[in-house]
């Protein structure tokens, strides 16, 4: 929902990682074999590549709240436009204005 057409700039990012992840997750590795040996771990190139991928994503979404956090500190109007909130301006404001009552 938060990558739609507003933050479309973002999108085909997001995307490419997020189908590297369901090719990495949907691989097999060696190291699902032995998942508490540490040797294979370091020596699986997927569980590097993941923690790529997964900085990577975690990049874009960063970028994406900070933007609309922005957007909405800088929002000149005293009540927000409950028609135009999504799911992310309604955790933001949630957390900018306290807990759940």
């Keep these: 929902m938060a990558i739609g057409g507003r933050c479309g700039r973002y999108r085909d990012d997001f995307l490419r990682e997020l189908d590297e992840a369901v090719r990495?997750?949907?691989?097999?590795n060696l190291a699902d074999l032995y998942p508490s040996s540490?040797?294979?771990?370091?020596?699986?190139?997927?569980?590097?590549?993941?923690?790529?991928?997964?900085?990577?994503?975690?990049?874009?979404?960063?970028?994406?709240?900070?933007?609309?956090?922005?957007?909405?500190?800088?929002?000149?109007s005293?009540?927000?436009?409950?028609?135009e909130e999504n799911l992310l301006a309604v955790l933001l404001r949630l957390q900018k204005d306290g807990g759940l009552h």
Excluded: H, Y
């Excluded at 990495?24 to 097999?28: D, I, P, R, V």
């Excluded at 975690?58 to 957007?71: C, D, L, S, T, Y």
């Design 24 to 28: 990495l997750t949907g691989g097999f």
């Design 38 to 76: 540490r040797l294979m771990r370091r020596f699986s190139a997927a569980a590097r590549d993941m923690a790529k991928c997964q900085s990577n994503i975690r990049r874009i979404i960063e970028g994406i709240i900070g933007e609309r956090a922005a957007v909405s500190a800088s929002s000149t």
């Design 78 to 83: 005293t009540a927000p436009e409950r028609e």
